[in-house]
């Protein structure tokens, strides 16, 4: 529940999940209070999810439609397991029956690729799109973001153009996506206008789950 940098006790052990990525709004997923980038869908039922079958996992919705189903959910911001109850179903009006959209992937190290918002300059493009100094972290982009580099070699390629991104932030403890339109020629340094830092000193800080 604390800050343990120990692995989490799973069924069926494993430190892989079905990574939440993003959470259409209204949708069962929603509802069920999962989270972008740090929920991690690790078992449906009594089925532990540790390989990339996605045919198990639409069995086990598909079989699941429009009655409450059980999941295990782990926390990367908590680094705790909780049961969450969903209703899977095509009736809420967007797309899929949880309407999230989920990669399988390890959740060990998950939250290390992030970008810390240090300095932002007044009238820069970080400032207009609203990133607030030292409480914002980006966490992602509408591709996925694996790598130190991947999010200045992105705000290069969008010189000039609208760039999305996904921001948490530390002092609300929630996300938001904010448009960035990266220009060189703004009248400051670089083209956002803000500094950032990436590495063990700029990691999200692990919150204490509550009970």
Not at 59 to 69: C, Q, T, W
Not at 101 to 116: E, K, L, P, T, Y
Not at 127 to 154: C, H, M, N
Request: net charge negative; glycine share 12%; proline share 5%.
């Amino acid at each position: 529940m604390g800050a343990s940098g120990s692995s989490p006790s799973l069924p069926g052990g494993g430190t892989e999940g079905y990574h939440v990525l993003r959470v259409q709004e209204g949708s069962p997923g929603h509802k069920a209070g999962l989270e972008a980038f740090f929920d991690f869908i690790v078992a449906v039922g009594n089925t532990r999810l540790q390989n990339e079958d996605n045919e198990v996992l639409k069995e086990l919705l598909k079989n699941s439609v429009e009655k409450p189903v059980k999941m295990a959910v782990f926390s990367t911001k908590t680094k705790s397991t909780r049961d969450v109850t969903i209703v899977p179903g095509s009736t809420w009006g967007g797309q899929g029956l949880l309407g999230v959209s989920i990669r399988f992937c390890s959740f060990d190290g998950a939250n290390q690729n992030v970008w810390h918002i240090l300095e932002v300059q007044p009238h820069s493009p970080a400032s207009i799109a609203g990133l607030r100094a030292f409480s914002d972290y980006i966490i992602g982009a509408e591709t996925v973001l694996s790598d130190a580099e991947d999010l200045f070699t992105l705000v290069e390629s969008h010189e000039g153009r609208p760039l999305k991104l996904y921001v948490y932030n530390v002092e609300t403890d929630s996300c938001r996506e904010i448009s960035l339109t990266p220009n060189s020629a703004w009248g400051g340094e670089g083209s956002l206008g803000c500094g950032i830092g990436y590495g063990y000193l700029h990691r999200i800080p692990t919150r204490r789950s509550r009970q």
